[in-house]
T-cell receptor, first 111, second 116 residues
Framework: DQQVKQNSPSLSVQEGRISILNCDYT??????FLWYKKYPAEGPTFLIS?????DKNEDGRFTVFLNKSAKHLSLHIVPSQPGDSAVYFC??????????FGAGTTVTVRA | DAGVTQSPTHLIKTRGQQVTLRCSPK?????VSWYQQALGQGPQFIFQ???????QRGNFPDRFSGHQFPNYSSELNVNALLLGDSALYLC???????????????FGSGTRLTVV
């Protein structure tokens, strides 16, 4: 059930630059998309979400873009900070409470 | 304000045994979901409990069962353990009708189960 895919397992970015994380999905019935951040030995922490009726949502340094025609969403982090180094999961759901997660992208912010 | 609490944090079991994992939801939350995260993968939905009933289930065999208590805490039981059940088991809580639907759920730190 790979309805949500994160094709880049890792991303390395210099501090202060932009981090762009990508996510593709196959189920056009998804109505909400969420990004979670996970540090080692901790549970995933909610970061930002976007409704399927919108194409952009911004919260501080984090912006999520949704392209429904391409079934693609991305998370932009600007500027990247050392504390952003973590695993980022893309998740999606439709009309129920089950979340479908991607495999995650490990972000490393270099000083 | 305590978040989601899971116990134990780590567990080693032998193939064929049974295991029970526990979860206390965040204060004020009444819905509990369980996820399995295998190494290198994203969390996979097992099931969700609300009002002490399983109301949604993912693609997991009947060896996986659960329970929710009147105080909203929950247990995940796995029978006849297989090596492939080795994973991080995450509990997530939310408030029915609350903002979790739109703003995500609160996850615990998980229980790391190793089956040998």
């Amino acid at each position: 059930d790979q309805q949500v895919k994160q094709n880049s397992p890792s991303l390395s970015v210099q501090e202060g630059r932009i981090s762009i994380l990508n996510c593709d999905y196959t189920n056009s019935m998804f109505d909400y998309f969420l990004w979670y951040k996970k540090y080692p030995a901790e549970g995933p922490t909610f970061l930002i979400s976007i409704s399927s009726i919108k194409d952009k949502n911004e919260d501080g340094r984090f912006t999520v873009f949704l392209n429904k025609s391409a079934k693609h969403l991305s998370l932009h982090i600007v500027p990247s900070q050392p504390g952003d180094s973590a695993v980022y999961f893309c998740a999606a759901r439709f009309n129920d409470y089950k979340l479908s997660f991607g495999a995650g992208t490990t972000v490393t912010v270099r000083a | 304000d305590a978040g989601v609490t899971q116990s134990p944090t780590h567990l080693i079991k032998t193939r064929g045994q049974q295991v029970t994992l526990r979860c206390s939801p965040k204060s004020g939350h009444d819905t509990v979901s369980w996820y399995q995260q295998a190494l290198g993968q994203g969390p996979q939905f097992i099931f969700q409990y609300y009002e002490e009933e399983e109301r949604q289930r993912g693609n997991f065999p009947d060896r996986f069962s659960g329970h929710q208590f009147p105080n909203y805490s929950s247990e995940l039981n796995v029978n006849a353990l297989l090596l492939g059940d080795s994973a991080l088991y995450l509990c997530a809580s939310s408030l029915e009708g609350g903002s979790g639907r739109y703003y995500g759920y609160t996850f615990g730190s998980g229980t790391r189960l190793t089956v040998v």
